[in-house]
């Protein structure tokens, strides 16, 4: 089965450089529970550079093996701040897993020559999802000790696994500028 899976440039999504052509990515919302991760760092639109865009993470990578059910991954670097609230989340227990979240990860399309979203939610929506299980452990992480990629403003490590909630959603995946597919990311169920 296919799989959409992709590796971010940190350093290029924190001080975003025209001349380079490295895939970025960001979540731009995120509420787990009754938490909700401020947008707190601020850069560069890569489709519109001159636009200052804030941010919850920078992403250093993320996957979707594209099947309805199947977890959205991410992985990036949150603020100090953030880093403060996911750990809390980590070691509470929780009993609100619900997420609500929204991103966008940026490729170049060298016959275009400019960015363009390649994988987000369809019509920039907030997606619902709950955290993923890891056995019986919830899929989030964030690293104790800051970053030495980038050093400033202070960031640390931030993992995450979203299953969809079981409502109909989309998400738009999209190999260069022009060409681009819906697919559908959870199932409504009947009550």
Same mark, same amino acid.
């Given at each position: 089965?296919?799989?959409? @899976?992709?590796?971010? *440039?940190?350093?290029?999504? &924190?001080?975003?450089?025209? *001349?380079?052509?490295?895939?970025? !990515? /960001? #979540?731009?919302? =995120? +509420?787990?529970?009754?938490?909700?991760?401020?947008?707190?760092?601020? %850069?560069?639109?890569?489709?519109?550079?001159?636009?200052?865009?804030?941010?919850?993470?920078? =992403?250093?990578?993320?996957?979707?093996?594209?099947? %309805?059910?199947?977890? =959205? /991954?991410? $992985? !990036?670097?949150?603020?100090?701040?953030?880093? @403060?609230?996911?750990?809390? #989340?980590? &070691? +509470?227990?929780?009993?609100?897993?619900?997420?609500?979240? +929204?991103?966008? %990860? &940026?490729?170049? *399309?060298?016959?275009? +020559?400019? /960015?363009?979203?390649?994988?987000?939610?369809? *019509?920039?929506?907030?997606?619902?999802?709950?955290?993923?299980?890891?056995?019986?452990?919830?899929?989030?992480?964030?690293?104790?000790?800051?970053?030495?990629?980038?050093?400033?403003?202070?960031? /640390?490590?931030? @993992? #995450?696994?979203?299953?969809?909630?079981?409502?109909?959603?989309?998400?738009?995946?999209?190999? $260069?500028? $022009?060409?681009?597919?819906?697919?559908?990311?959870?199932?409504?169920?009947?009550?």
């Amino acid at each position: 089965m296919p799989t959409f @899976q992709k590796s971010c *440039d940190i350093h290029q999504g &924190y001080n975003f450089k025209k *001349d380079i052509q490295s895939p970025v !990515g /960001y #979540l731009t919302a =995120l +509420k787990v529970g009754d938490v909700t991760l401020k947008a707190d760092q601020t %850069v560069k639109d890569p489709t519109a550079p001159e636009t200052d865009m804030p941010v919850v993470a920078v =992403l250093s990578g993320a996957m979707w093996e594209l099947g %309805v059910t199947d977890a =959205l /991954y991410y $992985s !990036g670097q949150i603020s100090v701040y953030n880093k @403060q609230q996911a750990q809390m #989340l980590v &070691y +509470k227990d929780m009993s609100k897993v619900d997420v609500l979240l +929204k991103f966008a %990860v &940026y490729a170049y *399309d060298p016959l275009e +020559k400019k /960015y363009f979203k390649c994988l987000l939610p369809t *019509d920039d929506a907030e997606l619902k999802g709950i955290l993923e299980k890891n056995g019986a452990d919830l899929n989030i992480s964030v690293a104790d000790d800051p970053s030495a990629e980038v050093q400033s403003p202070e960031n /640390y490590a931030f @993992q #995450l696994g979203v299953k969809p909630q079981p409502s109909a959603q989309v998400v738009t995946v999209a190999t $260069s500028f $022009s060409d681009k597919v819906v697919k559908a990311w959870g199932m409504k169920v009947e009550k």
